[in-house]
């Protein structure tokens, strides 16, 4: 890639071990993947400036999920369900709420809920399609919450989207409550069934998922702020789904 393009972008050192050091992997839409020779992160580093990459979320982003309700709403059932098992009450919190669908589904199984979107259209859909409150259009580092507030933090899909992963992983550790959890999901890099030609694999998503965490790097970066993984979920599909709470 041509050095004036990359004066553009930002490249930074690795999230969880700092190291500066990366080995090459392969380029796709001219954004290039590497992995820390370190600790084994897989990222997009340089990296296009993070507003430019906001702009991608568009109301399409929104709307392909609107369009799926009835499926979103069966999907978001089995796991408020499976919730209730863990912690039968409290406040919620989904980050990356979309048009609403968990929080609906959560609100009507007594749970005090809120959510935080970018898109524009995810936010009016669940406040005024699904007649939810506290829901907050932004970033997840655009708002402060109280220390210690929140029993249960959903991130769906998440967490390899956003800038400064140290920045959310620590702000997750400081409004997690004492005995809350935090409900994880991203692909997995390290799954069995990711092709062995990285770049065929369909979560190789340039400009959208900037990281590629396998259980360790996930867990390094969670230790690396005081919280920790206590249950993985078995997966046929290359996907980490976690429980996490505090060391």
């Known amino acids: ?8 972008w930002d490249k930074i050192a690795c999230p969880i071990c700092d190291s500066t050091e990366f080995t090459d992997l392969f380029t796709k839409d001219n954004e290039p993947f590497v992995e820390c020779q370190q600790c084994s992160l897989t990222m997009i580093n340089p990296r296009p400036r993070y507003a430019n990459i906001l702009k991608g979320y568009t109301e399409e982003y929104s709307q392909g999920y609107i369009n799926k309700k009835d499926k979103k709403i069966r999907r978001a059932k089995r796991r408020v369900r499976k919730m209730k098992k863990i912690l039968p009450e409290g406040r919620w919190l989904d980050i990356g709420c979309s048009a609403g669908f968990i929080l609906s589904v959560a609100k009507s199984a007594d749970y005090e809920t809120y959510g935080i979107e970018i898109d524009p259209l995810g936010v009016k859909h669940a ?9 907050f259009e932004g970033t997840f580092e655009e708002h402060h919450f109280d220390d210690n507030f929140f029993d249960i933090i959903t991130m769906y899909d998440v967490i390899e989207h956003v800038q400064d992963l140290n920045e959310i992983v620590k702000e997750l550790k400081r409004i997690l ?7 994880m999901w991203t692909p997995d890099i390290g799954h069995w069934r990711v092709p062995k030609l990285l ?9 959208e998922h900037l990281y590629y965490f396998n259980k360790k790097t996930l867990s390094m970066i969670l230790h690396k702020h005081g919280l920790k993984i206590i249950r993985k979920r078995f997966s046929l599909k290359p996907g980490l789904q ?3 709470t505090h060391e």
Do not use: C, Q, T, Y
């Open 199 to 207: 770049i065929e694999w369909e979560a190789i998503k340039p400009s």
């Open 1 to 8: 890639m041509p050095d004036k393009v990359i004066e553009h």
């Open 177 to 183: 409550s004492n005995n809350g959890v935090i409900e």
């Open 127 to 135: 406040r005024e399609i699904l007649g939810l409150d506290n829901i």
């Open 242 to 244: 976690v429980f996490v």
